[in-house]
């Protein structure tokens, strides 16, 4: 099987520009590909996970990637998908999201000797002359046909500033500009970002008479509602002071039944061969899938001993209601009102709810329970010696958990 067909096979590819000459780049390690990562926030998340997957695939089998930060186009902000204008941020904090993500990265992309390079896209927009770019770049695209993309289409709703119309325009850029500067040959990401993908290798081929390429991955659980990496608590961090390494192996552990053998097939590095012997699993055999997605992701993104600690972690806590690396926490005093706390400032403070209003609603429909003991009234409080010792072991629904301490 060659690359390509493999990456067929795993389910990852949906849409190609010019798919034998794709293959052909692939196939042979000839492909200098990027894709681009805009700096929204300090850490990556699971919904960067299957990009930076697809990126070790290639270079194992001698591409070549470039990870693009967008230090440049994140000034502006991606209109895809949003019924709203991101947030502007400041130089300052796009800076250090940068160097965040460069130090992530290099657990999954080898950088050495020329293997790989990571360039910020702001060392080429930021210096850009407005009128050369219209002039230059501006010139080779129809406003009606930009108005079609798919990625303005929710912001037309409310109203596409002309600051986000500008972004598929700067991205297309950057394809031009890695073309010229490092040879890249091939652009890939999310099939949300289709439009502005095809922007680039169409600016390449009539500004410069050049081939170049367009693959998109296919994003599994992003396209159910963008509910890849959201929980309670907001999205699954790589970062393990964001997300613990319990709780991105329990958000993996939880993938439903339906999601857990294409994880697997995207996601790991699994043969193909042993994949294919857990389709026919059902029932409880699921469960064990689901383990070893868990494990193998984890084993991943933090490393080998902090996944047999979370698996560990996690066996513990379903046999015995009790687990020493589950995600912990601690009371403060504020949350004590006569040496007691109540049921919904715990569920709230810890985190297991984003309010207390959905703690009420939470043990008003029976799903909370504290120490295997379900709890039913909203006023139920607890003594402070309760937590005293190793703490307690607050549940919410049947996969969300958190050990109360002092």
């Not at 950057?174 to 073309?179: N, R």
């Not at 050049?210 to 990496?229: C, H, Q, V």
């Not at 192996?249 to 097939?265: E, G, M, P």
Request: with cysteine; net charge negative.
């Amino acid at each position: 099987m060659t690359v390509y067909d493999e990456l067929v096979a795993r389910g990852l590819i949906a849409q190609v520009t010019d798919e034998e000459e794709i293959k052909e780049l692939i196939n042979t390690g000839k492909a200098t590909f990027y894709i681009g990562f805009d700096p929204t926030a300090d850490s990556l998340h699971v919904g960067h996970f299957m990009a930076l997957c697809l990126m070790k695939r290639l270079q194992m089998a001698g591409n070549k990637p470039i990870a693009l930060i967008g230090g440049g186009t994140a000034m502006v902000g991606d209109p895809s998908g949003r019924t709203d204008m991101r947030q502007m941020m400041t130089p300052e904090i796009i800076q250090h999201n940068c160097d965040c993500f460069k130090e992530q990265m290099s657990k999954f992309i080898d950088f050495s000797e020329g293997k790989a390079i990571m360039v910020n896209n702001a060392d080429w927009l930021m210096g850009l002359n407005y009128i050369e770019l219209l002039r230059d770049v501006g010139a080779h695209f129809s406003v009606n046909r930009m108005l079609t993309a798919e990625c303005y289409k929710q912001r037309m709703e409310k109203g596409l500033s002309f600051l986000e119309f500008n972004y598929m325009i700067m991205q297309s850029y950057d394809f031009l500009a890695l073309f010229e500067k490092y040879g890249c040959n091939l652009q890939f990401g999310g099939d949300d970002q289709w439009s502005n993908m095809l922007g680039g290798t169409e600016l390449i081929r009539r500004k410069l008479g050049k081939d170049a390429y367009a693959m998109t991955i296919n994003l599994l659980l992003n396209s159910e509602g963008k509910k890849m990496g959201k929980t309670q608590k907001g999205a699954v961090w790589l970062n393990p002071e964001k997300t613990t390494p319990f709780e991105f192996y329990q958000y993996w552990r939880n993938v439903d039944d339906a999601d857990v053998i294409k994880c697997i097939k995207m996601l790991t590095f699994l043969p193909l061969e042993e994949i294919e012997k857990m389709e026919s699993w059902e029932g409880s055999e699921l469960n064990k899938a689901k383990e070893i997605l868990a494990y193998e992701l984890t084993k991943l993104v933090h490393n080998e001993e902090e996944a047999a600690k979370a698996q560990e972690s996690a066996k513990a806590l379903f046999s015995s209601g009790n687990a020493a690396n589950m995600p912990t926490y601690e009371l403060k005093e504020d949350d004590f009102t006569d040496n007691a706390v109540d049921i919904l400032t715990l569920l709230h403070a810890s985190g297991l709810v984003p309010s207390k209003s959905e703690a009420r609603r939470a043990v008003q429909q029976g799903g909370v329970s504290i120490e295997g003991e379900k709890i039913t009234d909203i006023k139920t409080t607890f003594a402070r010696d309760k937590f005293s010792g190793n703490g307690i072991v607050l549940k919410k629904g049947k996969k969300n958990f958190r050990k109360i301490v002092l």
